[in-house]
T-cell receptor, first 114, second 111 residues
Framework: DSGVTQTPKHLITATGQRVTLRCSPRSGDLSVYWYQQSLDQGLQFLIQYYNGEERAKGNILERFSAQQFPDLHSELNLSSLELGDSALYFC?????????????FGSGTRLTVV | TQLLEQSPQFLSIQEGENLTVYCNSSSVFSSLQWYRQEPGEGPVLLVTVVTGGEVKKLKRLTFQFGDARKDSSLHITAAQPGDTGLYLCAGDPGTGNQFYFGTGTSLTVIP
């Protein structure tokens, strides 16, 4: 158990639908990162939050959005889902912002869009 | 466009053999990390290197950061089945906020 909790572990939904992925960071960690992992693209950075504020954006589609709440948990919202959105979505946390400290990853949410 | 290219992409070896995985880029990185990922799990941090030419050892694993901070290698001595997994390098090109992950090397160690 890494200390980063992601729910649900698996999600199957239809095209056009909207889903919410949830992440609870490791205790004490203020930074949360979202990554998408697919077979052809590898791990792609989506977005980072630090203590409730957005800090960095990667290749995140406009159909996707995220937020970090006062209790530091984060949610990634995916809407108007397409078949190509099927992937593993990982949340990672770190104690501070800045890449030197390394990330602790959760076990991921496997999203299948049918 | 992938900033970090790893080679080989796949590697299957016998228990006890040595191996080296490479992570190359044309970009300079302020820090570079190696992770190992097992099926159904998230990547687990193995090491962070920040100084050009730096060498770090973690039991049977030796990590090296290139002098120009554009490349890195991971050497495993006497591989064991427990080393099986996807090895990922990740570099920060200076943003301070995110890593770019490499393409990954899938290692299988056969008992």
């Amino acid at each position: 158990d890494s200390g980063v909790t992601q729910t649900p572990k698996h999600l199957i939904t239809a095209t056009g639908q909207r889903v919410t992925l949830r992440c609870s960071p490791r205790s004490g960690d203020l930074s949360v990162y979202w990554y998408q992992q697919s077979l052809d693209q590898g791990l792609q950075f989506l977005i980072q939050y630090y203590n409730g504020e957005e800090r960095a954006k990667g290749n995140i589609l406009e159909r996707f959005s995220a937020q970090q709440f006062p209790d530091l948990h984060s949610e990634l919202n995916l809407s108007s889902l397409e078949l190509g959105d099927s992937a593993l979505y990982f949340c990672a946390s770190s104690a501070r912002t800045g890449t030197y400290y390394g990330y602790t990853f959760g076990s991921g949410t496997r999203l299948t869009v049918v | 466009t992938q900033l970090l290219e790893q080679s080989p992409q796949f590697l299957s070896i016998q228990e006890g053999e040595n191996l080296t995985v490479y992570c190359n880029s044309s970009s300079v990185f302020s820090s570079l990390q190696w992770y190992r990922q097992e099926p159904g799990e998230g990547p687990v941090l193995l090491v962070t290197v920040v100084t050009g030419g730096e060498v770090k050892k973690l039991k049977r694993l030796t990590f090296q950061f290139g002098d120009a901070r554009k490349d890195s290698s991971l050497h495993i001595t006497a591989a064991q089945p427990g080393d099986t997994g996807l090895y990922l390098c990740a570099g920060d090109p200076g943003t301070g906020n995110q890593f770019y992950f490499g393409t990954g090397t899938s290692l299988t160690v056969i008992p």
